[in-house]
């Protein structure tokens, strides 16, 4: 899906303001960081039903790194992101099909991991809600070289590891705990 462009805007919450900069100009306000990459995660609650909010997660391809695991939407900020909010917006829309009007505040704090070839990664997730389609349905559309599947899901399911029939096995790190926490800015 990498050929959907962010045409549009979106806005932002004052609390990720810091986050309003390119990566080059993060990187540099963070020198002595243990991280030289940023990855991001955006966190898209379905909050229209009037039963419990539901997350989206995206199951990876079994071709992929850490196959078949569950995780938000999310990933790399590119060296051509206009700013890690805009890396936000991008990957979500690459991943998902989904657009970005808002990015609300930061969920849970930096995590640090390591990629196979030893650099270190420090992803920020946000909250972030998302344009209705035409219809007022989100429609989410997956890039199966990335992802095989999506649910929506709700705290509860989360907790429990599963959504309906389906075993949510998250990627390894604090990726549960992170989605977890989502719920708490509904």
Excluded at 5 to 24: G, I, Q, R, T, W
Excluded at 133 to 141: A, C, F, I, M, Y
Aim: proline share 5%; charged share 25%; glycine share 8%.
């Amino acid at each position: 899906m990498k050929s959907q462009s962010l045409e549009h805007a979106f806005k932002h919450d004052p609390s990720v303001a810091e986050f309003a900069v390119s990566k080059h100009a993060f990187l540099g306000k963070h020198k002595d960081a243990p991280y030289t990459l940023i990855a991001t995660s955006a966190l898209v609650l379905d909050t229209r039903s009037t039963s419990s909010p539901r997350i989206l997660l995206l199951q990876r391809a079994a071709s992929d790194s850490n196959p078949n695991k569950w995780e938000p939407p999310g990933g790399a900020v590119d060296d051509d992101d206009a700013t890690v909010l805009h890396a936000v917006a991008r990957e979500l829309v690459e991943e998902t099909g989904l657009r970005a009007a808002r990015i609300g505040g930061p969920v849970g704090g930096s995590q640090l991991f390591k990629r196979s070839n030893g650099d270190t990664v420090c992803r920020f997730s946000f909250s972030v809600h998302v344009d209705a389609g035409k219809e007022g349905g989100l429609v989410v559309q997956l890039d199966p070289n990335e992802h095989q599947r999506f649910v929506w899901a709700t705290e509860d399911e989360v907790r429990a590891g599963e959504a309906g029939n389906v075993e949510l096995n998250f990627v390894p790190g604090e990726v549960k705990q992170t989605v977890l926490l989502a719920f708490k800015h509904t």
